[in-house]
């Protein structure tokens, strides 16, 4: 199983373009989260999936962001329009819900520079 | 191949223990490691460790880091049942992150 995997590993980008941000689940996993990290904040979820249904998008900043999962092997998270304040690494990760034990799977993030 | 793997996968201890989470890691322009506690849907944040042989301390949590062996350590003292969840160990490597599959906790009262 090749894991979480996110793309693209590395954006840079310039105030007020359009990003997006793609993940690929685990196959069978049933629930996906997306967590944006900072220094300042650490790791905050901003949105959770499950069979995907969007559960809860508390966590989203704001309406600049979205974030769709179409079927149950890609989701995306899109920031429109960017800002500076959004640079960060923006992780997705997968699991199999009802394991109890909150087993992700984390991918290896994005990182992303709004300059 | 990069990889980040932690040991052991799960622990049951009693409430006063002491427990030691291992974390090695094999990748290349390593920049730091990182360790989360995972009891929720967003994991905690714990330490950052860049330099070998520096411990931090939170509380009863402590970490140290050694670059040459390739390995940190989580220590937690005078365990609470609080303290239940799974510990997570991340590398970062500057273009990505490596995380471990974590160690599931159980503090038995």
């Known amino acids: 199983d090749a894991g979480v995997i996110q793309s693209p590993r590395h954006e840079v980008t310039e105030m007020g ?10 196959s069978g996993h049933n629930s996906l989260f997306w967590y944006r990290q900072t220094m300042m904040r ?12 969007p559960i809860d998008d508390s966590g989203m900043p704001e309406d600049r962001f979205s974030a769709k999962m179409p079927n149950a092997s890609f989701s995306t998270l899109k920031i429109q329009p960017s800002e500076p304040r959004d640079s960060a690494v923006y992780f997705c990760a997968s699991e199999l819900t009802g394991l109890g034990n909150y087993g992700y799977t984390f991918g290896s993030g994005t990182r992303l520079t709004v300059v | 191949e990069d990889k980040v793997v932690q040991s052991p996968l799960s622990l049951v201890v009693h409430e006063g223990d002491t427990v030691t989470l291992n974390c090695s890691y094999e990748v290349t322009n390593f920049r730091s490691l990182l360790w989360y506690k995972q009891e929720k849907k967003a994991p ?19 970490s140290i880091l050694d670059k040459k ?40 009262p």
Not at chain 2, 44 to 61: A, C, D, N, P, Y
Not at chain 2, 70 to 97: E, H, K, M, P, R
């Open chain 1, 17 to 26: 373009q359009e990003v997006t941000l793609r993940c690929k689940p685990i």
């Open chain 1, 42 to 53: 650490g790791l905050e979820l901003l949105i959770y999936f499950n069979n995907n249904v």
């Open chain 2, 44 to 62: 905690t944040f714990l330490f950052m460790l860049t330099s070998s042989g520096i411990e931090k301390k939170s509380g009863r949590l402590s």
């Open chain 2, 69 to 108: 062996e390739l390995f940190s350590i989580l220590n937690i003292t005078a365990t609470q049942t609080g303290d239940s969840a799974v510990y997570l160990c991340a590398v970062d490597i500057g273009n990505q992150f490596y995380f471990g599959t974590g160690t599931s906790l159980t503090v038995i």
